[in-house]
């Protein structure tokens, strides 16, 4: 079963500030490694993902980070809304015949206006 | 596009009662999942299906059941509900192909077993 070790568990910042969310994995098999962003009482929706063949990717204020070899990857949300305010979820590949992403724990952010 | 739809939002049960959770998808996906979210433990995989007739067990199955006659339909049986049940559960599908794509989740459904 697939690890995936996230951190903070919760962050606070003000706006207009860069939150750094941490994620590590022990292993994959398959190549998509993507974010969630999830609001109180709604599900989780992709925000982000990255393949391992590349070491950054941007969308908007959100860029992902991957160390393939450090088998890491980090979430930084530049410039900062209060309207980020959220929980942010990794997740990395599950070497099962279903395709399974296995989640990070969550990571609450909290921007103060 | 409605997605992924979850019924109910919200339901108390008492213990060892039984009750079905209802997810629909209408993307035409062929994989679906059902999670439990624990506060601060992320999301747990109880089942998984690769498509209509086939289902199997994710990490944390115990103390439930699945059917998907259908692509749209992916229902969670609980049959002698526990405390420990007590969750938010989401349904999630996807599309896996040669390309895989990000799974979509539904907004959930709130349950308290007492």
């Known amino acids: 079963q697939q690890q995936v070790k996230q951190s903070p568990q919760s962050l606070i910042v003000q706006k207009g500030g860069i939150p750094i969310i941490n994620c590590a994995y022990e292993?994959?098999?398959?190549?998509?490694f993507p974010w969630y962003q999830q609001f109180p009482g709604k599900g989780p929706a992709l925000l982000i993902a990255?393949?391992?063949?590349?070491s950054e990717k941007k969308e908007g204020r959100f860029t992902i980070s991957f160390n393939k070899s450090a088998k890491q990857f980090s979430l930084h949300i530049m410039d900062s809304q209060p309207g980020d305010s959220a929980t942010y979820f990794c997740?990395?590949?599950?070497?099962?015949?279903?395709?399974?992403?296995?989640f990070g724990s969550g990571t609450q952010l909290t921007v103060l206006p | 596009n409605a997605g992924v739809t979850q019924t109910p939002k919200f339901r108390i049960l008492k213990i060892g009662q039984s009750m079905t959770l209802q997810c629909t998808q209408d993307?035409?996906?062929?994989?679906m999942y059902w999670y439990r979210q624990d506060p601060g433990m992320g999301l747990k995989l109880i089942y998984y299906?690769?498509?209509?007739?086939?289902?199997d067990k994710g990490e944390v199955p115990n103390g439930y059941n699945v059917s998907r006659s259908t692509t749209e339909d992916f229902p969670l049986r609980l049959e002698l509900a526990a405390p420990s049940q007590t969750s938010v559960y989401f349904c999630?599908?996807?599309?896996?192909?040669?390309?895989?794509?990000?799974?979509?989740f539904g907004d959930g459904t709130r349950l308290s077993i007492l």
């Open positions: 999630a599908s996807s599309y896996i192909g040669i390309s895989n794509q990000p799974q979509h």
């Open positions: 292993n994959t098999a398959f190549d998509y």
């Open positions: 990255i393949r391992p063949d590349v």
């Open positions: 997740a990395a590949p599950y070497s099962g015949s279903a395709r399974q992403l296995t």
């Open positions: 993307m035409n996906h062929n994989y």
């Open positions: 299906s690769v498509g209509a007739g086939i289902t």
